[in-house]
């Protein structure tokens, strides 16, 4: 395996990342220049550039290293700091001006990603964690009805933990799990105690999961049309497999496509079509180029390919698509080198976000800024930053 934030990939990345730079708006370039009311730099450049959007606040969670993974549920929210192993919680309740108000840490040295993923009630958050010893660590069960004073409440070994979803059905409540060592796992999770009990395990192939953007889950607990609860798994090496989870102990394999390895999955879905934005894996095969693959799964039988979304940045290894957010008809993709960038209806340019900032010394990112994962909820959109440690906050301009 290739690792692009290795210390040595850094010290290549850092050099790469100027000449990168002025490659980046290729393929938005003619968008760009179409999009009326946009200051500032293009998104190329090394200041704040906004187009489309304005800042609403921001709040420094970390001074010593980088973000990760954020997750919302209501007026409470919970931030990765994936480089440190913490996870912040912040009160909401003001959507422009978060507050950090609670704080899970314990005395690992050598985290190095990991995802998040609240219950329906929000009383739990289940923190995936991932070393960069694979080996290593899991899922760690907090009980955060009280987000001042989060507890441990249950530890569970999962090797290369990576993403983590939470789905609840009429049979009770669930945790699924993409991990390095043993790929798919489904537990049921006992909210009386915190416990969680494994299912089902799907390890095949071996190592279809690795680190960063290597993999994605999405789980629609009602699919419009079939009228049962479908889950989208993806992976560097087996692309995307749709299963029916009406039977989460034994989900059913309903359609895949496997053309390229993916990693972060959204899916919009009627009760006439289905729509799944995935992006390219890097970690397996840094020679991918970094694109949003737009995939047609109305039939899951027979999925296709309708297009690609290019950032324009070819196969450098630190400039991809970390995180994305679907609302609507507006997908937002944080993308490291570009910022956050929005497109509309799966095909149009509307605008950019880039939030100029000092990497912290403990950031596992080259460069900075570096966007790594975007929410948006309650008419604000919250971008974490994995250089400068800064979560910020922006809303769409009027």
């Known amino acids: 395996m290739i690792n692009p934030f290795s210390k040595a990939s850094r010290r290549g990345a850092l050099v790469a990342l100027g000449v990168a730079a002025s490659l980046l708006l290729s393929s938005f370039a003619p968008a760009v220049s179409a999009v009326s009311g946009c200051s500032g730099d293009e998104p190329d450049g090394d ?3 906004l187009c489309r959007f304005k800042s609403a606040g921001s709040l420094r969670v970390s001074k010593a290293a980088g973000l990760g993974r954020i997750e919302l549920h209501g007026k409470v929210g919970a931030v990765l700091q994936r480089d440190e192993g913490t996870v912040s919680l912040l009160d909401l309740s003001n959507p422009a001006r978060p507050k950090k108000v609670g704080e899970y840490a314990d005395d690992i040295d050598d985290s190095f990603d990991g995802d998040l993923a609240f219950s329906d009630d929000g009383k739990w958050l289940f923190y995936a964690r991932q070393t ?11 009980n955060v009805s009280d987000p001042t004073t989060p507890a441990l409440m249950h530890y569970q070994p999962a090797g290369g933990a990576y993403r983590i979803a939470y789905h609840k059905d009429p049979a009770g409540e669930w945790v699924v799990l993409l991990d390095a060592t043993h790929g798919l796992v489904v537990y049921r999770f006992e909210p009386t105690t915190g416990q969680l009990v494994p299912v089902f395990i799907d390890p095949l192939p071996a190592l279809k999961v690795g680190g960063p953007a290597s993999a994605g889950i999405y789980i629609d607990r009602e ?6 609860p479908l889950m989208y798994v993806t992976t560097g090496m087996t692309g995307l497999q749709v299963y029916d989870i009406s039977d989460p102990t034994a989900p059913e394999l309903s359609g895949e496509w496997s053309n390229v390895g993916l990693a972060e999955v959204e899916v919009s879905a009627t009760a006439k079509s ?7 894996e890097y970690w397996f095969d840094p020679s991918i180029e970094s694109e949003v693959v737009v995939l047609d799964a109305s039939k899951l039988d ?32 944080a993308h490291s080198g570009m910022g956050m960038l929005s497109v509309t209806g799966g095909r149009t340019f509307m605008g950019w976000a880039k939030i100029a900032g000092s990497r912290n010394e403990g950031a596992g990112v080259p460069g900075a800024p570096f966007a790594m994962d975007v929410e948006e909820a309650r008419g604000h959109i919250y ?14 301009a009027r």
Not at 223 to 228: E, G, I, M, T
Not at 274 to 280: E, K, L
Not at 320 to 332: A, C, E, F, K, N
Not at 383 to 389: F, N, Y
Request: charged share 20%; hydrophobic share 40%.
């Open 47 to 49: 200041g704040t550039s």
């Open 132 to 142: 960069h010893q694979f080996s290593k660590d899991g899922i760690h069960v907090l």
């Open 383 to 396: 971008l974490t930053d994995a250089a400068t440690g800064t979560l910020t906050v922006l809303r769409p």
């Open 274 to 280: 289905r729509t799944v934005y995935a992006a390219t």
């Open 223 to 228: 699919d419009p049309r079939l009228k049962v």
């Open 302 to 333: 027979a999925i296709k390919e309708r297009r690609r979304l290019s950032a324009g940045v070819g196969i450098e290894g630190s400039l991809r698509v970390q995180g994305m957010s679907l609302t609507g008809s507006r997908l937002l993709i």
